[in-house]
Each structure stands twice: as structure tokens, then as C-alpha cells.
């Protein structure tokens, strides 16, 4: 369904289970910097108002989740520690179309958040299926069905607003660029790590 061409390997989820604060940390500031994201859409594309609207129910929902991963990390007694660089998130923004049309950027915003997306609930399937804590599989499960219907939301806005882009084109570049990318990481216990 999510067109990845580099499945996480499930000996990653060993990884993220051996460090959970770490895991969790990371998770939560994904979350906040999705929600940015969502924000950062509102901001630069107020004409669209379904996308306005849906962006809304994202940045909410994905406080919400913040909030929920800061509630866990409570719970165990970690602590949140601050946000780290995103090296994987960089390289996507690296890929992203500069010097073109504005609607240009514009789908390269969605298929990059559609890309992100994407990633987070193929990795949230390998935690739920391969972690040993029930609790943690349960949430991750959860998370992964509403990363997917995000991916699909990002897609299908790119595909509505296109004017001057070949989105199934892009979104294949996007794919490819990611495989490539993917092969480095899935060592540390960084969602995208």
C-alpha cells in the first residue's frame, strides 16, 4: 500500500526496544514537528480551504499524540530531553524541488510530508509486530492506522491541487530517492534512525 521500495528490517525493532527513552523521546518530537508541518501548510496555502480545514485536524491530532508519547514517557520515568536533528527528515528536505513554481514546491511539501508519513507507520508496524511490551505494541498500533491515513491525505491533496506537476511521476521520484536513502539508517533508535 505505501509504495516503499526498503522494508525496516524487523531486527530494528530490537534496536528501539533496548532504548526506550530514546525511542520515545524521538517519537514525540516527531510528533510535534508533524504537527508544525501541518501548521506550515495552513500558513502558506490559506486559499485551499479543505486543505486548511484537514491540516487543522492534523496539527491537533498530532499534538495529541505528542502528548500521549510525553504521558508514556511520564509514566516510565523518563524524561522528554530535547529534540534532536532529524538527519533522514534533512535528506528528504534536500530532495524537495527549490527555484520552481509555487505549486511546484507546494506538491513537493505534500509528497515530502506524504513521504515522511509513510516511513513513520511502516516503522509504527515493525514496533507493534516485533516489541515484546504489549502496552507499547498496542499504541504503535494505533499510531500506525492514523500514519497511514495522514500519507493518504498528503497523496491525494498533492493530487488535487497539481497544475503544473506529473504527481504519480513525482511521487515515484520520491519513492526512489527514498530506498536509496533508507539503506543507511535502521541502525539507531530514532523513528527514522
Known amino acids: ?98 527555484n520552481c513554481s509555487r505549486n511546484e514546491s507546494f506538491i513537493d511539501r505534500l509528497l515530502f510530508a506524504a513521504m515522511i508519513e509513510a516511513r513513520s507507520c511502516e516503522r509504527f508496524r515493525v514496533l507493534y509486530q516485533n516489541i515484546s511490551d504489549k502496552e507499547l505494541a498496542k499504541f504503535y498500533y494505533d499510531l500506525m492506522v492514523s500514519e497511514a491515513t495522514h500519507y493518504t491525505t498528503f497523496l491525494n491533496f498533492a493530487r488535487k491541487y497539481a497544475t503544473d506537476v506529473d504527481v504519480e511521476k513525482r511521487w515515484a521520484e520520491w519513492l526512489e530517492y527514498e530506498g536509496e536513502l533508507i539503506q543507511s539508517y535502521g541502525k539507531t533508535g530514532a523513528v527514522h534512525g
Not at 524487523?10 to 527513552?21: C, D, G, K, Q, Y
Not at 504521558?71 to 533522514?88: A, P, V
Open 1 to 98: 500500500m505505501l509504495g516503499l521500495k526498503l522494508l525496516t528490517d524487523p531486527r530494528w525493532a530490537n534496536i528501539a526496544e533496548s532504548n526506550l527513552e530514546e525511542i520515545l523521546t524521538d517519537h514525540a518530537w516527531c510528533e510535534q514537528k508533524a504537527a508544525a508541518n501541518a501548521l506550515y501548510l495552513i500558513t502558506n496555502n490559506s486559499e485551499h480551504i479543505e486543505l486548511v480545514q484537514k491540516m487543522a485536524e492534523i496539527a491537533i491530532e498530532e499534538m495529541e499524540h505528542f502528548n500521549m508519547v510525553v504521558e508514556i514517557i511520564k509514566q516510565r520515568g523518563y524524561s522528554l530531553g530535547r529534540e534532536k536533528k532529524d538527519d533522514y527528515v534533512s535528506q528528504l528536505v534536500k530532495f524537495a524541488k527549490k
